[in-house]
């Protein structure tokens, strides 16, 4: 009879020691909105979009003021994110085309989502992938790097959008029902992910499609923000702005748009369905949950607020992103940082939450940010840098590379060989190029940029490119 006791007593505490490893490791849900302005948010200013949800996730946790992208345009963002490095090492540092030559090659590069598994973790990604584009035949897909879940990847090119079911470029969302919307879809999915893998500890890349024109929504949403538009501007302007073809609904002369603004609620009402998933389950706690956006919205109908420009420049407008961190086991409700942080950041903070390590000779030029969630000291980044040589898009007025050190930023722009300098703690709109008043600041930031350039192996842009002379009709398709 004490045998059998001191059997249950031994099953009891080990039962309890493996739970205790399991809330250890911290479950992590990285969501990426795609092309999402600066100024959309509620918690971030917006007036006009509804955003319940996010804002309540950015009340109960921590709002960054100054968090970056890595780049300023999809591909390379998501490169920087998956692996902790500036998409410069990678030569990804545009958007890849359909059939593009370039991919994150499998068998040179150890992703997140790896390091996790090796960590412990189940891993998935729900949605947009956009490192492959060779869909005849993959060579670099989620599935080659390794994620355990692949769930609503692209299966052909989706520049142009595929937001409603029966879905053309999203095959492996094979059933559904006639009308569905891709993002309830997505999130339906994660909510589904969650319960089966509630029981360990989980990553989860929820990667939204959305709000990546052609700008698409269920109708009942896009009314509503109709309705809401006349009521602010006066009765009938919806329909002058948004019913003419040639404006197709992609240009708005205001900030406000309301099929952006459909869009962005579906984004915030699954995004509020994933949190009660994770409250249902009492797995909130011991959850991070990060919102982000690969890159800033385009600029022309996006709000990117007082930022200059918006996707494929390395202005403010291009690279400045919404960041919230919710995670109650760690972070304090309310909190604010203004520190600089960019999306090479998360692969160490990650790895740490989960007490792994990079593979040995993969390179990590991300800092763990696990202190600022905490509200501990950090110590930061000596500088951030951007490097956009448009090998896809060949904008040649866009060429360029960045650094940030300080609350100084320089930009050097390759076809005219002209440095600009802007003091972003006096003016974040990059309204007032100081490289004339300020030289030595020029020639300091310039030999700082040109070292970390060669230190990264940094593609040279080709300025000699044919430059593309339908901006707008190019930009659709990044």
């Known amino acids: 009879m004490k045998l059998i006791k001191l059997s249950f007593l031994y099953l009891a505490l080990l039962c309890c020691n493996s739970a205790l490893w399991a809330q250890s490791q911290p479950n992590i849900i990285f969501i ?37 992208s890595a780049a300023p345009i999809c591909s390379p963002a998501r490169v920087g994110f998956i692996t902790g490095q500036y998409p410069a090492r990678t030569r990804i540092t545009d958007f890849l085309g359909n059939e593009a030559p370039r991919y994150l090659d499998p068998a040179k590069y150890y992703t997140l989502n790896e390091a996790l598994s090796d960590a412990g973790y189940h891993t998935g990604i729900i949605g947009k992938w956009h490192l492959d584009t060779k ?7 989620p599935e080659q790097h390794g994620f355990d879940e692949v769930i609503g990847s692209e299966t052909k090119y ?76 006066g009765a009938g302007a919806a329909a002058k702005f948004y019913d003419d073809p040639a404006n197709a609904r992609h240009e708005g002369k205001h900030a406000d748009n309301p099929y952006l603004a459909a869009m962005i609620e579906s984004i915030d009402s699954g995004v509020g369905g994933i949190m009660e998933t994770l409250k ?53 409700a309310g909190s604010v940082s203004d520190q600089a942080v960019c999306g090479i950041d998360f ?50 007025p866009r060429m360029c590379t960045a650094v940030r050190m300080g ?46 350039k060669k230190e990264v192996n940094a593609e040279e842009p080709n300025i000699h490119a044919t430059p593309n002379k339908n901006k707008k009709a190019k930009q659709k398709k990044t």
């Open 32 to 68: 990426l909105a795609d092309d999402l302005g600066s100024s959309e948010l509620g918690s971030y200013g917006n007036t006009f979009n509804e955003t319940p949800h996010l804002d309540r996730l950015a009340a109960g946790g921590m709002r960054f003021t100054q968090a970056y």
């Open 407 to 452: 609350h100084y930023k320089l930009i050097y722009f390759y076809a005219d060989k002209r440095s600009e300098l802007y003091d972003l703690s006096k003016d974040p709109s990059e309204a007032h190029d100081l490289a004339a008043a300020q030289p030595a600041k020029v020639k300091q930031l310039k030999a700082v940029l040109e070292k970390w």
């Open 158 to 233: 989706i520049a142009d959008g595929d937001y409603f079911y029966p879905y053309d470029k999203v095959a492996t969302f094979n059933t559904g029902k006639e009308g569905e919307y891709l993002t309830d879809r997505q999130c339906s999915e994660a909510s589904a992910f969650i319960e089966r893998n509630k029981k360990s500890p989980f990553f989860l890349y929820l990667s939204f499609y959305s709000v990546h024109t052609r700008l698409d929504a269920p109708e009942a949403l896009v009314n509503k923000y109709r309705k809401k538009f006349d009521e602010k501007y």
């Open 280 to 332: 249902k389950n009492g797995l909130e706690k011991n959850t991070l949950v990060i919102f982000f956006s690969d890159n800033g919205g385009v600029a022309g109908f996006a709000n990117n607020g007082v930022l200059r420009l918006g996707k494929s420049w390395l202005y403010e407008g291009g690279i400045r992103e919404n960041l919230i961190a919710h995670w109650p086991a760690a972070i304090q």
């Open 347 to 396: 692969y160490p903070t990650f790895l740490e939450m989960a007490a792994a390590k990079p593979k040995a000779g993969h390179i990590v030029d991300g800092k763990s940010i696990l202190n600022v969630l905490k509200g501990e000291p950090w110590e930061g980044h000596e500088a951030l840098f951007w490097h956009y040589p448009s090998e896809t898009g060949k904008w040649v």
């Open 135 to 141: 869909f005849s035949n993959p060579i670099g897909n």
